[in-house]
């Protein structure tokens, strides 16, 4: 038998799987074109989400790499005793996404775990290529560490957690850690984009929600004429590093029907090989972003628990 959709997060897709038939096809490169269609979609994905009242926001900048200011919002649920804490980055496949799309996600997160976050407002390609994303990344990651005393975070339990292009952020800041000898306790990557080499399965194209076309655009207006070449930096594209020896311990997961699969499942193996613990989760029968998608079913209840637990558990 082939692949095929988990029959009940179909149902609940049903109408979005009929536009997206008949919605006009992007040219390769048209990052730009992406981000309008994409970010209207994702806004859309906070509609579905529970209204939260128990969450402060503050807002704070820090400077990244290049003196450019990288704003910060800082998340924390009302009376949560927690002392640890998570840097969080948001996704759209280096070219999409906010601060503001990606609120909900974060107060629900919040108001959930009871574990404070801080998210980035990482500059997006192709206006920033790398290496502006992930050094403003983890500009908030040293930043988050610096101030962790006045924050009432134990700078021994940050983590950091990012889904898609956040994910692939994610491990990148976690290896910038390392490198500069920044704590981390966790990473937390979910469907991460790590690997500007992804190769094509023509059985999953039927299936796929970010697509081929969509990733070599992302990738090429984050690297640029680097984008398949020898030169790729491991902090643009965490799958290339050579040594993933000493990173935080990590937890993956991601959809069977996911042009990410292989090579997320490559990286959760190398890891382990390195030495770093390491849990993954492939679930059966759904595509990118299954579960902003379709919230309320199975699949997706059952990777929100796992997420919960991976973010309460450092």
Not at 96 to 124: F, Q, T
Not at 206 to 213: G, N, R
Request: charged share 25%; proline share 6%; with cysteine.
């Amino acid at each position: 038998m082939g692949y095929r959709f988990d029959t009940e997060w179909e149902a609940a897709v049903a109408p979005l799987l009929r536009a997206m038939e008949r919605a006009p096809k992007l040219l390769v490169g048209d990052a730009l074109g992406r981000r309008a269609a994409i970010d209207g979609m994702m806004a859309t994905f906070g509609e579905q989400r529970a209204v939260v009242t128990d969450v402060d926001v503050a807002t704070y900048r820090t400077n990244s790499f290049d003196g450019a200011q990288v704003e910060l919002r800082w998340y924390s649920k009302r009376r949560s005793d927690a002392t640890n804490a998570v840097l969080y980055l948001h996704g759209g496949g280096m070219i999409c996404g906010s601060l503001d799309i990606y609120d909900s996600l974060v107060r629900n997160s919040v108001s959930k775990s009871g574990v404070p976050m801080l998210a980035v407002e990482y500059r997006l390609a192709p206006e920033h290529p790398h290496p502006a994303p992930v050094e403003d990344c983890f500009a908030a990651l040293a930043w988050l560490s610096e101030q962790a005393a006045v924050l009432g975070v134990d700078p021994a339990r940050i983590a950091v957690y990012g889904d898609s292009a956040g994910g692939g952020l994610a491990a990148g800041t976690a290896l910038i850690a390392r490198d500069r000898g920044v704590p981390l306790a966790r990473q937390i990557l979910v469907y991460p984009m790590i690997d500007d080499r992804t190769e094509v399965d023509p059985a999953l194209v039927p299936f796929l929600m970010w697509t081929y076309e969509d990733n070599e655009t992302g990738w090429r207006a984050l690297l640029g004429d680097t984008y398949r070449t020898e030169h790729v930096s491991p902090y643009a594209a965490p799958a290339r590093a050579a040594d993933l020896s000493g990173l935080a311990p990590a937890y993956i997961e991601v959809g069977e029907l996911d042009a990410f699969r292989d090579e997320n499942i490559a990286y959760a193996r190398r890891l382990a090989q390195a030495g770093v613990s390491v849990e993954l989760h492939v679930h059966p029968g759904v595509p990118h972003a299954f579960e902003a998608l379709a919230p309320k079913v199975a699949v997706a209840r059952r990777s929100a628990a796992d997420r919960l637990r991976a973010l309460t558990s450092f």
